[in-house]
């Protein structure tokens, strides 16, 4: 590896038992400061016993990259899309030079002198209020980011628990949501959780603890180590030092959350409650429980258990909660629950043989179809009025389609109240398009109709069964 003497400060080395791999390592802990001036810590890890694999006799490089695998991260990042960081490069102006620009990144971390730019701090605001920093990573940044996710991901995949959701390959928010639907009909209790800001929480050490306990790659071990000690820098130029957390926007962040929260709960709950099924999805989770004391006793456990993990539960967003149905009728203050943009609550339903009846069913929420609500409203379309309507549907049928997807999947009735919606936002643009009904709602909703019988294939959600209708 090559490194620079000033920025190195007397190395430390420590023994560490490396559970579940069966050979001793050393780590050496190196204090480093990196071209932007930031501080941090260098986790390096010298075999002991027997070494994994053999070393090519005509190695070049200290580390051993794939080209292919830098030119496979590029694909994915431009894939991603995304904005520019610090440097204000686009992805755009980075393909202006793209084969020097990716041979100078493989170059710089198949030699270990590659150090990452400040994260550029970008505030949005959150659903429930206020706001929370994004981090913005470079483009090339990110591109390096992928390389390493594209080497540890797989090494790390394979441990993961299978009720753990988030950002994993072949899993998906859907998937959670219909597992704990089937689980909520056989317990009585849950106890839903969140976790105060994860992504600005995680603790280095503990998680470069659980890197390297799965990895004894020195370079991913290097760059992870060198993102997590980047400072975030302001649109005024302001440096702020992380002690830590890793960015959310990172494209290694949701790898590393994972890794961190399958020592920090996932593995626990196996652990010490294998008797209560959770399911997770990165910092939201639900654990179920037979008893409201069970319950009780087990938040107060998660409560000592994220402590001991330097985590904190959010009080607002952590509660117990009764599965209310036909069968389990005692009256309790919370019976709903939020879950992954879907609310579990007691819902009418029908039997095979049209009985009605009442079961603990999950649906688009309400902070959903607000938020669907603003979008709609923000698309001003009564006032496009210079375009047709096949027009309008090429703008709205591309998002439309993503929420349909979603949030139709489990109680599908719940959505027609935001496409009716729509539907009267489009019947305004046609009273605004057309002077024969510019005064008449009922005429522009009349006329509406008829578009829609012309075809009614345009929009997806008249196909979809939310297609206007005479009043």
Known sequence: MIMEKSQVEKPTRAKVQMQGIGAEQSVVVMNFRNGNGAKGLCYLV????????????????????????????????KANKGTAGIDEQSIGKFEENLKNNLYKLWNRMSSGCYFPSPVKAVEIPKKSGGKRM????????????????????????????QDSYGYRPEKSALDAIAITRQRCWKYDWVLEFDIKGLFDAIDHELLMRAVIKHTDSQWIILYITRWLNCPFQTSTGEIIERMAGTPQGGVISPVLANLFLHY??????????????????????VIHCKTKEEAEDLLIKLKERFEECKLELHPDKTRIIYCKDKKRTDNHQDIQ????????????????????????????SNKAIKAMGQTIRGWRIHRRTDKKLVDLAHVVNPIVRGW??????????????????????????????????????????????????????????????SIPTVR
């Open 46 to 77: 010298l075999n002991t016993g027997q070494p994994k694999r053999e070393e090519p006799m005509n190695k070049t490089k200290p580390f051993e990259i794939s080209k292919k695998v830098v030119i496979q991260a590029y694909e994915q990042v």
């Open 134 to 161: 994004l981090g913005i990573p470079t483009v090339t940044d990110r591109i390096a980011q992928m390389v390493v996710k594209l080497y540890f991901e797989p090494e790390v995949e394979l441990y993961f628990c």
């Open 264 to 285: 920090a709960f996932d593995k626990w709950m196996e652990r010490n409650n294998p008797q209560n099924p959770w399911v997770r999805y990165a910092d939201d989770g």
């Open 337 to 364: 629950f939020d879950f992954l943009g879907y609310t579990f609550r007691p819902r009418n339903s029908q039997g095979k043989d049209g009985e009605q009846f009442l079961n603990f069913l999950p649906a688009v």
């Open 404 to 465: 349909i997807n979603y949030y139709s999947r489990f109680y599908k009735s719940a959505m027609y109240q935001i496409l009716h919606r729509l539907n009267w936002r489009l019947s305004r643009w046609v009273a605004k398009k057309y002077k024969r009904v510019h005064k008449s709602r009922r005429g522009a909703w009349n006329l509406l109709v008829k578009m829609a019988e012309r075809n009614p294939k345009l929009f997806v959600h008249w196909q979809f069964g």
